[in-house]
């Protein structure tokens, strides 16, 4: 069965005030501010229309949704007329269906008649609505002029405009275009990109992309909110083009970043058809960005490994094998392993692009059956700190809101975040709130889009110095302080007095002023003093933040820091407000809340709490041990050292996205056996001994949890092609190496994570089923789970102050590195890109460039275009030039999506103080220019070919 | 030798970004911190590095160290 979500027209009003009246004669009661149309909807009636819909602003234009109002003059358009109290409206009357009629006939006269060869055939509205106002015949010809036909009378018809297929993933086709305008309001309603314009006037109106350019070449950031507001078949996707009307959809999420858009499969038997993002889901809203929507055609892409395959030695080629023989392989190769080293020497890496259930399992498998506590994540390398810092002031390790919070913000403070490319759903929606008026401060290095765009700009724009977060937070809050704007009621109600009083007298000196750290951070004092006044005074201030206030080696103070502003000026626990960690991959904080760290037990219990253990040793039948296992980085530390020796890594690629390439490769090179669980031979896996065939999120049930603590279902939607879900994988391997696990399904999985994890205890598959996701905490207390946290008490009691002293970093330049390195991602590619480098995304992001002042590139007799290498005391790559005074001088930047780039070969092993979360966001460097690829990154592309060779099963054996 | 220089430098880390508490409280910070979050095997490469008369260890980390070794010497058994 299609899932289709009701269209009522125009958006919901919000209105508290209710408004009664009688259309059709029965008696209808709606909020005030609704409209006809809306009303008619929830009372069951669906009246005709074309131009509205209620993702989008009414717009009356198509005449299409006439009612008659007794004691009105005329026939009001329903979709811009608002209830009023005792209104009497009749949607249908003989002069409304004669009028619907003779529109209907103007629009099918100027219309292609190939209904039964168009892509929308079956979902059409402009089909439906001529069925509904029951056209029968179209009296004018096409003899006039028209837009459908590319050449007239046997001459060119200048009024036709041929299809513009210039992006990979839509077509539009002009021919059918009835000008109802949806397309350029969802471009600029939904998606906040302004990219279309109805060029023209009357008959000669266009939709047009950018300056009259193609969608490729303007603006468009390929979200396909148009394709989706399109009702004809002007805006299709070109995989609807190609395979034809789904049958079935199933509702899922999307398996990228930590938004956690709903999306509904759309299918066709095992085949997908399009994804749509599904207007029920909490988090995206019927929106999307080109990577959910578009770029799942990595799933069968034809890299993608399907069968199991050992070697012996890292120098050999792969050879496919049987199920049996891999994960027996990786039995027994453990078990030698802890014998002969210690039961120390392995561990685990869980993915936080995979399930929690295929994530419990893993450190579950890690510490039941290997008995070691060494498990840990990749969001190490990403949000550890949030996880450190936001526990140790609020008591949980989690953002406060969920993101329909944006809606009731007054003032927004984003730093090192940059929602439009990273996080491009919330991106859009926090942009909708800033052109209804709300503020913005934007602290960031570079300047990122939010900065400037159509119709939103930074009140402020603190272009710091990478490294400096935690001075300019702690100066934020002196000016605060000494000016007497904190929320005193706030502070003493709800936060610990004693910590706040010692924390004032520390934020108080000095040193922490505006004036006296702008010597490091680079920000004028003025400039700190506005935005904090702005933020302390505004309305709801709500803080946004990202990979540039975690990736530091002060990374935990600044999540602190944050903390302490949003509790000094009470900006915490009611819609509107909040500190909000806006999370890189799809499952960061799902990974974290399922134990996937070497200190805790699911739910941020720490291991050596007894009472915890005892918990899980009972409904685990196994001792556990108490002490705290090794971090990734201490992981690779030891193996270098030679007391780790093996590690079971499930979708990740920590050579590619772990700093300091070189001392991964050395660590992991030092391991006997390593075993990669993923859908590519990744670039970890040139140094792996067994590669097990992972499953995309379309092959397997489950959950992932986003960034505002929303579980959210993941459905099949086809057989896993690699022949097992990820979580079926750890459990051959658990039963190989002895333990009794029988699970059938993750439902089964979900059990006992809601068994063991007071935040989850309410957590059950049939009540996703029934609310579509729940935000945790989920128990007794919040039964449906918990949108905004801490409205009453935090979560530890009092909000705890935490004093955060400006420490620089090591990592220092001088004459030998005088710039500054910081890294970040781009919209269409994710992470290391293992998937969308797989995906037509490549036609946006070909390769990584260096971002370099123009000034700073003059200086060294760089280009744009230009090859230049980029050397730290870590190492040297090489990659392209792209002049922009996006960043500061004696900053530069770049992404790390390819694996050529190496970019990670440059960053060092700094990191934060308290998690070890890598300093990706500042490195020293020089910029020089150069001929091409440094011989490092050819030597590697060399190697990196050879350990890919594959030997194909020999069917004899 | 650089595992024990890394060592060395992560307690010192940790060290100066509690100093701000005032030396008692950063000391107890510190070893807990390390109580908490290190490994055994780190551990114990800290107190044989301390027992090497601890070059490198900063005041706070030195004493936190102290303080850890004085409290129970960690149980080994991960890397035995
Ligand atoms: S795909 Fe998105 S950005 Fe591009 S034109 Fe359509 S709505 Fe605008
Ligand atoms: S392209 Fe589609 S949505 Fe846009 S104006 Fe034409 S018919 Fe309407
Ligand atoms: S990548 Fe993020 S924003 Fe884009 S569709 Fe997926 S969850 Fe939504
Ligand atoms: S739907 Fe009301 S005017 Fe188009």
Redesign the pocket.
Known sequence: MLIKETDYGTPASVSKELVTLTIDGSEVTVPAGTSIMRAAMEAGTEIPKLCASDMLESFGSCRMCLVEIEGRNGTPASCTTPVSPGLVVKTQTQRVKDIRRGVMELYISDHPLDCLTCAANGDCELQDMAGAVGLRDVRYGYDGANHVFDTQANLPNTNFLSKDTSNPYFTYDPSKCIVCNR?VR??EEV?G?F??TITGRGFDSRVS?GMSES?LASE????????QACPTATLSENSLIETGQPEHSKVTTCAYCGVGCAFKAEMRGEEVVRMVPYKDGKANRGHSCVKGRFAYGYATHKERILKPMVRESINDPWRETTWDEAIGRVASEFKRIQNQYGKGSVGGITSSRCTNEDVFLVQKLIRQGFGVNNVDTCARVCHSPTGYGLKTTFGESAGTQDFDSVEHSDVILVIGANPTDGHPVFGSRMKKRLRQGARLIVVDPRRIDLVKSPHVSADYHLALKPGTNVAIMTSMAHVILSEGLENTDFIKSRCDVAAFEEWRAFVMRDRNSPEAMEAYTGVPADEVRAAARLFATGGNGAIYYGLGVTEHSQGSTTVMALANLAMATGNIGRPGVGVNPLRGQNNVQGSCDMGSFPHELPGYRHISDVATRTLFEADWNCTLNPEPGLRIPNMLDAAVEGSFRALYIQGEDILQSDPDTHHVASGLAAMECVVIQDLFLNETANYAHVFLPGSTFLEKDGTFTNAERRIQPVRKVMSPINGYGDWEITQLIAREVGLDWNYQTPIEIMDEIARLTPTFTGVTYDKLERLGSIQWPCNEEHPEGFPVMHVENFTRGLGLFMMTDYIPTDERTGPRFPLILTTGRILSQYNVGAQTRRTDNVVWHEEDRLEIHPHDAEQRGVNDGDWVTVRSRSGETALRALLTDRVAPGVVYTTFHHPMTQANVVTTDHSDWATNCPEYKVTAVQVSPSNGPTDYQEEYSDFAEKSRRIVAVDAAE | MSMNKKLVDMINQIARNTAIQGDERAIAATADHVRKFWDPRMRAGLMAHLADGGAGLDDIARAASMKLAASNAPEVHNAD
């Open positions: 397309c969802a471009c998606q990109t990219a279309l992309a969608f468009c950031v390929s979200c396909g909110a148009c394709v």
